[in-house]
């Protein structure tokens, strides 16, 4: 097991400094700020995350960046200013690191404006030889993972007046393609389920979500050097956009394409 601790950068005194706490809940408001916004990535180790990280921080974000490698997560954003990023150490599988995670970025920067979920897990055994302990990781890390965080998340996201929930999903959550992901697509529908779940709960408080729902992504979960499909950081550019929508442009799935889809 990774240690539970905060790497280098996250011993800072808290910070607090965010541009639209004093707005009152729901308030119609464009989320920009002169310092940039809060953003937790879970999963920022790698892949997709660590392209949302670097184009998060790029773009001037402040970054609190989770995974269970630390040593990998300070590649996420080189360069960045280290009063602007923490790192930590989170498990989607453990309680007591959300918890300490959400604590650590809440006492640093002084609150949340946006939580993108992106740590995921995936498994290609067919619905009949599947094992249902790999099902059951699967659906601690894709599904209850993405919960937990987001529950601890919840206050903070009301407090900022334009809180955003990013959940990285995929075309496996619209739809079942032959035998080859059962498990993982019954994790992704059930991620999209939450992001409508948490939509209703938060949107008079001015939170809004999105299911970010991509084909194949050229990752070490499919393949790196395929030129062909969707790059990290075209879904990163993605997150970058969907963050900075006002309350009243509020996308609540957005479907990512390389290969014809009949439906889509």
């Known amino acids: 097991m990774a240690p539970s601790g905060f790497g280098s950068l996250a011993a800072r005194s808290p910070t607090i400094i965010s541009g639209r ?9 464009r989320p920009t700020d002169t310092d940039g916004r809060v953003v937790m990535v879970s999963g920022a180790n790698r892949g997709i995350g660590a392209a949302i990280a670097e184009r998060l921080a790029a773009d001037g974000h402040r970054l609190s960046l989770g995974a269970r490698r630390l040593d990998a997560l300070a590649a996420s954003a080189p ?18 690191s959300a918890r300490r995670w959400v604590e650590a970025t809440v006492n640093r920067f ?27 990781e699967m659906w601690e ?10 529950r601890l998340a919840l206050p903070h996201l009301r407090l900022s007046g334009s809180g955003r929930v990013i959940n990285l999903a995929s075309m496996s959550a619209k739809r079942v393609k032959g035998d080859a992901l059962p498990g993982y697509s019954m994790t992704k529908y059930a991620l999209l389920a939450l992001s409508h779940a948490v939509r209703q709960v938060g949107w008079d408080d001015g939170i809004r979500v999105t299911a970010l729902c991509p084909g194949p992504v050229a990752t070490d979960m499919m393949d790196p050097d395929d030129e062909t499909i969707t790059q990290p950081e075209d879904v990163a550019d993605l997150v970058a956009t969907v963050i900075e929508l ?14 014809l889809e009949a439906w889509a």
């Open 21 to 29: 706490r004093d707005d009152p809940p729901g308030a119609i408001v």
């Open 110 to 136: 002084g609150g949340i404006d946006v939580l993108v979920n992106s740590a995921g897990i995936v498994d290609r055994t067919g619905l009949e030889s599947m094992d249902e302990n790999v099902l059951d």
């Open 79 to 96: 360069g960045v200013d280290p009063d602007r990023i923490l790192l930590s150490y989170h498990e989607a599988t453990d309680p007591d």
């Open 246 to 259: 006002p309350n009243t442009a509020s996308v609540s799935e957005l479907l990512i394409t390389c290969r």
């Open 141 to 150: 890390v894709n599904v209850k993972g993405p919960l937990r965080l987001t």
